[in-house]
């Protein structure tokens, strides 16, 4: 069965530093991009940060220069290092990734279960 389990998450001050980590546990034949989500109370599920296996990033626009994604693919994690943090950053982020189960199987998405993130004084 895969599962992505994340850690890394707490309560930090504004200004400080979390770092995330997601790792896929469970037979797989690929990974292919990896990303984090995040979603505050009251608000739609947005992305945050991607990385495809082939290391190519993307980042939504209120954490660029702030963020880094990044992706280790022999251990199949991936990171996120979180510096510079605001309270609107506040929210529970969520490890996405898309797998094949097999070398013929077209690739699904796989969720986390969710890491809490509070930035506050």
């Known amino acids: 069965q895969v599962q992505l389990v994340e850690s890394g998450g707490g309560l930090v001050q504004p200004g400080g530093s979390l770092r995330l980590s997601c790792v896929v546990s469970?037979?797989?034949?690929?990974?292919?991009?990896m990303g984090w989500y995040r979603q505050a109370p009251g608000k739609q599920r947005e992305l945050v940060a991607s990385?495809?296996?082939?290391?190519?990033?993307h980042y939504a626009a209120s954490v660029k220069g702030r963020f880094t994604i990044s992706r280790d693919n022999a251990k199949n994690t991936v990171y996120l290092q979180m510096n510079s943090l605001k309270p609107e950053d506040t929210a529970v982020y969520i490890c996405?990734?898309?797998?094949?189960?097999?070398?013929?199987?077209?690739?699904?998405?796989?969720w986390g279960q969710g890491t809490q993130v509070t930035v506050s004084s």
């Open positions: 996405n990734a898309k797998i094949l189960l097999y070398s013929y199987s077209w690739p699904n998405d796989y």
């Open positions: 990385i495809t296996n082939g290391a190519i990033t």
């Open positions: 469970g037979n797989v034949y690929r990974v292919n991009d």
